[in-house]
DNA sequence: TGGTAAACGAGACGGTACGTCCCGTCTTAGA
DNA sequence: TCTAAGACGGGACGTACCGTCTCGTTTACCA
């Protein structure tokens, strides 16, 4: 799945097979993905001062003004690059036990963040939107807010399995157990190794578990 | 008010009173703190982007080159302005007490990040860390690490007098208290009020504490 | 008479009245004349350096191929333009008298020259002829050629009527009588009233005339 | 010695030998020459059109702006090359004999603008002196009036030894003089050899020569 | 009378050059 | 010896047009 800014495969739609290079009926999926794709790498390559338009359109075989014709700024690109590499969508499985879903769930949110090149890309978008509100907004709006309905799943789940108390303050339950992961990842910068993660599930259950 | 970082004059001093514009016998103080000065303004009114060295440079009517000449990057320059205004060091005041220590502690913790002008220079710093390797290093050394020895502080005399056991992990604590609070501040963006930091220290107080 | 470049009505033709979009059998005259109103206007608008195909086409409410099936470039559109305002023909008229014959197809000449629309048209191609080999043999073939053709045949008739001798050397003479006022027009820029044209007729009838 | 434009050595001057590269008590006079080499080299190889201020740059190994700095734009680039290679002065030489003198000094003029580098630059800023008035102004002052004051001197010379009336208009008789011969070079492009001039000599001695 | 082919509007595309901003380095004259 | 001033080579910015290329529609002719 991908494209949500395609406005829907009706526009960037290639009707008959045959790669088409874009008119009014909608534009060229193959540029768009080549320009993600540039953005990737080269933020992986050379970090983040060192993805610029000119660079990105320089490896995708592009031109600048294809790219301003749909995105905005370079961390419009990045993010569309984000969502679009966020094929895994780190949902939570169900294993039947509150325990081992936040375990494992923990664990790869970890992992995510601090292993894959999506977390590169994400790190370095968290990054800029400290010194830019709106960006700060389509992140929470395009990837945290969907994160977080993700992280409750498990603890609404053994709510509802009478695991937990119907009581419980989820957003709070949410911020103490992902909260010293990212703590670790954007500000410490430690590694968030799986003793760490199974160490926040153990206190939260013995807190919370009957 | 401001410079007790200066150094104890040692660098910045004047001999004989009197303004002076450098020269064999030191560098200019008016141009040190006019620097920093134009480099913190910049950042409140144009944000990060909107701090460039040929603005600081114009707005301090300094030259350029005696910014170079002392500050490898502009991120030094907020770097020094950041530790410059940081004058309330956030040590955490002794009650007896372990829970009203930390709540105490917490609450001033948040305040800082969310509330004051060193605070949206932290968060900028933190930002540009992301993809800013060296960066992030010296933020580490220069506040984080001597913030996380003040932040340990409560719990270690707490163990000291016996309210904690000898085998916390201190760290893993550490984590657990302030991971959140930075969690809101640089992700979510949700305010961060005494009721979120009390709650933190209730439950830890329930795992931990006697 | 227009277009050269329309292959004479033949093609552009609309037989039965009624506004059409183009089709197999001709282009759309309504197109070709919105774009040679816009190009002029422009040009006397904004300059040479005003007219873009972008802008022809925005303005005259066509699609920039339609320009580039038809014209090969702005030039070509200007020229078509030219040679389409030029309606009057700058045909000297025939008094029986060749002193009065050249101070009127003189004054003729540098009154289009300087006043007119055309003028003005002419005055831009000439210059991009400078930087321009194609354009500067299509201005002589479509424009100068024809122009001496008729700058030389007040001189011809009065050859023929024996008030000059048959040994003059026509060419010569033509640029004596036109080179000064196209000097003016196009290098110093200085006007070329009634009086100078009148003179330059009195000294090459001192010169010729029996 | 070059450089009128220089704002007289007193700014371009380097001291004490030793190539400098531009600060604020003078501007750099080896990019300076470089830029004026690189526009003529470019115009004479790829045309008016080929000359850009990129290419200029490139080829000159100097930085955009610094042209930007010195030029308002490439045409005023060229006309300072134009007046920098314009080292022969084309000084009407004296004879003691007006028919010489002009013989030797349309010859000259004509030579110089069909045959030399220099001419090829007068005719592209010609040319775009057809659509930039200031461009055109400009080329009168610092060119044309000049020209024109040389143009005069044979005359003024054989008034004054009385070979010439004192009442002959002489701005006319150097527009009849030249004008024919700039009307080939900008105009038809026909050659301008010595029998064109030296019959444009002729016959002007033959109605105003004693 | 319906199929079909040319011309049309629209506009996305890969490019080039524009003129601007800021980078970090350098050279100077004055205090 | 430090400073203010500012020119320099460089790189990226975001914009304007270039000329080419599909698209889907309109329209007149001919089968």
Do not use: C
Request: aromatic share 6%; glycine share 10%; charged share 25%.
């Amino acid at each position: 799945m991908r494209g949500h800014l395609t406005g829907g495969g009706a526009r960037g739609d290639v009707r008959g097979g045959g790669v088409h290079h874009g008119n009014r009926h909608g534009r060229s999926e193959q540029a768009r993905q080549a320009v993600l794709d540039a953005a990737d790498n080269l933020l992986v390559e050379r970090g983040f001062a060192g993805v610029t338009i000119e660079g990105i359109a320089a490896r995708a075989g592009v031109a600048k003004q294809t790219i301003y014709r749909w995105w905005p700024s370079k961390v419009d690109v990045l993010m569309d690059a984000f969502i679009e590499d966020m094929a895994q969508e780190l949902t939570p499985a169900e294993h039947g036990d509150l325990g081992a879903d936040l375990r494992v769930h923990l664990g790869k949110l970890a992992d995510f963040l601090t292993q894959s090149d999506s977390g590169a890309v994400f790190r370095a978008l968290a990054g800029q939107a400290q010194h830019d509100p709106d960006l700060a907004a389509r992140l929470r709006t395009d990837y945290l807010g969907r994160q977080r309905d993700r992280d409750r799943l498990p603890l609404l789940r053994a709510v509802e399995r009478g695991e937990l108390s119907p009581d419980l303050d989820v957003d709070a339950a949410v911020d103490q157990l992902v909260g010293p992961i990212y703590y670790r990842v954007l500000v410490t910068g430690d590694p968030v190794p799986p003793a760490f993660t199974d160490q926040l599930v153990h206190q939260f259950l013995t807190l919370h578990a009957h």
